[in-house]
């Protein structure tokens, strides 16, 4: 079944970063650790260069997950902060779901771990509630490549858009020519390789 290309529009996103909690973090099998901590600052930069609601939540973090990443906490210290006391699915907790309804937004970008847990029960919980949902896979992580799978193929069956760090910053950004140098440095900062483009096509500008 073929749907309609639903694009991300920056002035109707929030951002949900679900669960990515020290403990978790461990966890995460599906992609090298330091590729995912980069991919998970990454979202956080672009969320902040977008200036997307952003909403961070937790799972019984006094438990064996652990606390937030630190760096999170760091780059939204005015975010909402939901600690979950013990709900899996985060979409169970009032207080969450409270805050995404006050952001006013209906496109949900949402990233998390485990992605079969933490990021397809709310992913699929708001969906059902009319929201357009889309899902940062590298910017998510699980225990292997079976499990995400099977979490993307249920997210993606039932509505949600797959979408990585770079590609919903291209989306929500346009056009080149709203700002080269601003989002040229945020892609520069997470990718290697792009920070040489960047410096060649700096230096080539400069000689003009």
């Given at each position: 079944?073929?749907?309609?290309?639903?694009?991300?529009?920056?002035?109707?996103?929030?951002?949900?970063?679900?669960?990515?909690?020290?403990?978790l973090l461990s966890l995460?099998?599906?992609?090298?650790?330091?590729?995912?901590?980069?991919?998970?600052?990454?979202?956080?930069?672009?969320?902040?260069?977008?200036?997307?609601?952003?909403?961070?939540?937790?799972?019984?973090?006094?438990?064996?997950?652990?606390?937030?990443?630190?760096?999170?906490?760091?780059?939204?210290?005015?975010?909402?902060?939901?600690?979950?006391?013990?709900?899996?699915?985060?979409?169970?907790?009032?207080?969450?779901?409270?805050?995404?309804?006050?952001?006013?937004?209906?496109?949900?970008?949402?990233?998390?771990?485990?992605?079969?847990?933490?990021?397809?029960?709310?992913?699929?919980?708001?969906?059902?509630?009319?929201?357009?949902?889309?899902?940062?896979?590298?910017?998510?992580?699980?225990?292997?490549?079976?499990?995400?799978?099977?979490?993307?193929?249920?997210?993606?069956?039932?509505?949600?858009?797959?979408?990585?760090?770079?590609?919903?910053?291209?989306?929500?950004?346009?056009?080149?020519?709203?700002?080269?140098?601003?989002?040229?440095?945020?892609?520069?900062?997470?990718?290697?390789?792009?920070?040489?483009?960047?410096?060649?096509?700096?230096?080539?500008?400069?000689?003009?």
């Open positions: 079944m073929s749907t309609l290309y639903k694009r991300l529009d920056k002035t109707q996103a929030a951002v949900l970063l679900v669960d990515h909690q020290t403990g995460v099998r599906d992609i090298d650790p330091d590729k995912f901590k980069n991919n998970v600052l990454a979202l956080a930069d672009l969320a902040k260069y977008f200036e997307l609601p952003t909403i961070l939540t937790t799972s019984f973090e006094d438990g064996p997950n652990g606390p937030l990443v630190p760096e999170l906490k760091e780059s939204f210290p005015d975010a909402p902060y939901i600690a979950r006391p013990g709900q899996i699915n985060a979409w169970d907790n009032d207080d969450f779901v409270k805050a995404i309804e006050a952001t006013g937004k209906k496109q949900l970008i949402i990233a998390g771990v485990v992605t079969e847990v933490c990021v397809a029960f709310p992913a699929l919980s708001a969906l059902e509630a009319g929201y357009e949902v889309f899902v940062v896979t590298d910017a998510s992580g699980t225990f292997n490549e079976i499990t995400r799978h099977s979490a993307w193929d249920r997210m993606s069956s039932a509505g949600a858009q797959l979408m990585t760090w770079f590609g919903l910053a291209c989306e929500l950004h346009r056009d080149w020519r709203n700002d080269v140098e601003g989002l040229g440095t945020l892609f520069s900062n997470h990718i290697p390789d792009y920070r040489n483009l960047i410096n060649s096509h700096t230096k080539l500008t400069s000689e003009k």
